[in-house]
Antibody, heavy 119, light 112 residues
Framework: QVQLVESGGDLVKPGGSLRISCRAS????????MSWFRQAPGKGLEWVSY????????FYADSVKGRFTVSRDNAKNLVYLQMNSLRAEDTAVYYC????????????WGQGTLVTVSS | DIVMTQSPLSSPVTLGQPVSISCRSS???????????LSWFHQRPGQPPRLLIY???KRFSGVPDRFSGSGAGTYFTLKISRVEAEDVGVYYC?????????FGGGTKVEIK
């Protein structure tokens, strides 16, 4: 079955960098857009980024544009989120999700990885 | 950016009774391709969200038929016909008519 497993979440100081990963299995990875969302503790959902199957379509939320970079390795079924110049407000659980066909909705979602930005 | 506004914030409901959640967008979600990109998600405590409905009323794979979506333009509704214990949690609407994708603030459904 379709499975998404995020990893790499950690405690990082403000201004620092971190790369998180999402390993996909159970489907033809390169055929799908993949996405990143985040949820600050006790808060709602926020879209972060989308990347197309061939990486030629990439979109970012304004809050992360210029600081975060999404990429993917279709040979390894991995999608990455490189996060630079991290701020306290980037503290959140980061979810990876597959984007369904013929729509822009994400499902399924992984269990998430916690990124904490604090001194 | 399109602002999504949900109501109510919280909805205590009796098991077996219906519940409705509203979602309003600051702009029409009708895309130039003819589709309206409004989705609904359910998130149980400690769990990732799960897609319930996309394009206003299309039930996603495996979603029980007690869940239904309706609406058009800027006003949308999610209805649960008979609430079950597993339906507790927070429900979010999301628009994908244009980037950036945006979510409503969430509606918490709890059992009375």
């Amino acid at each position: 079955q379709v499975q998404l497993v995020e990893s790499g979440g950690d405690l990082v100081k403000p201004g620092g960098s971190l790369r998180i990963s999402c390993r996909a299995s159970g489907f033809a990875f390169s055929d799908y857009y993949m996405s990143w969302f985040r949820q600050a503790p006790g808060k709602g959902l926020e879209w972060v980024s989308y990347i197309s199957g061939s990486s030629n379509g990439i979109f970012y939320a304004d809050s992360v544009k210029g600081r975060f970079t999404v990429s993917r390795d279709n040979a390894k079924n991995l999608v990455y989120l490189q996060m630079n110049s991290l701020r306290a407000e980037d503290t959140a659980v980061y979810y990876c999700a597959r984007v369904i066909k013929h729509d822009w909705s994400p499902d399924p979602w992984g269990q998430g990885t916690l990124v904490t930005v604090s001194s | 950016d399109i602002v999504m506004t949900q109501s109510p914030l919280s909805s205590p409901v009796t098991l077996g009774q219906p519940v409705s959640i509203s979602c309003r967008s600051s702009q029409s979600l009708l895309h130039s391709d003819g589709n309206t990109y409004l989705s609904w998600f359910h998130q149980r405590p400690g769990q990732p969200p799960r897609l319930l409905i996309y394009q206003i009323s299309k039930r996603f794979s495996g979603v029980p038929d007690r869940f239904s979506g309706s609406g058009a333009g800027t006003y949308f509704t999610l209805k649960i016909s008979r609430v079950e214990a597993e339906d507790v949690g927070v429900y979010y609407c999301m628009q994908a008519a244009q980037f950036p994708l945006t979510f409503g603030g969430g509606t918490k459904v709890e059992i009375k």
